[in-house]
């Protein structure tokens, strides 16, 4: 199994990326996915996940309404549009998926991760 993270760099504060996940090895659409992401000196954080159809969304507090997850299961992609990029969403960013399919915020219980992509926002 591969999920290959990509689509990171280095933004101005209020700005836009687009990160994408393409996985390989592993039936996409069974899988739920979501994305993390590590500050440093900090703990990984839950970002967004969404279940294996795409018809279920759910964000952490910090990027809602702000950042969107969406999947395209024909492509074994997933999506996280980030918009009005701040400094603190400075972070290496992973992707990973949940054998369940029914996506979740908890870590653990995912079985495979990606291997991360910088996000740099400048003030």
């Known amino acids: 199994v591969q999920l290959q993270a990509s689509g990171g760099g280095l933004v101005q504060a209020g700005g836009s990326l687009r990160l994408s996940c393409a996985a390989s090895?592993?039936?996409?659409?069974?899988?739920?996915m979501g994305w993390f992401r590590q500050a440093p000196g900090k703990e990984r954080e839950f970002v967004a996940t969404?279940?294996?159809?795409?018809?279920?969304?759910y964000y952490a507090n910090s990027v809602k309404g702000r950042f969107t997850i969406s999947r395209d299961n024909a492509k074994n992609t997933v999506y996280l549009q980030m918009n009005s990029l701040k400094p603190e969403d400075t972070a290496v960013y992973y992707c990973?998926?949940?054998?369940w399919g029914s996506g979740t915020s908890a870590d653990r219980e995912y079985d495979f991760w990606g291997q991360g992509t910088q996000v740099t926002v400048s003030s």
């Open positions: 090895g592993l039936t996409f659409s069974s899988y739920g």
């Open positions: 990973a998926a949940d054998k």
């Open positions: 969404i279940n294996r159809s795409g018809g279920t969304t």
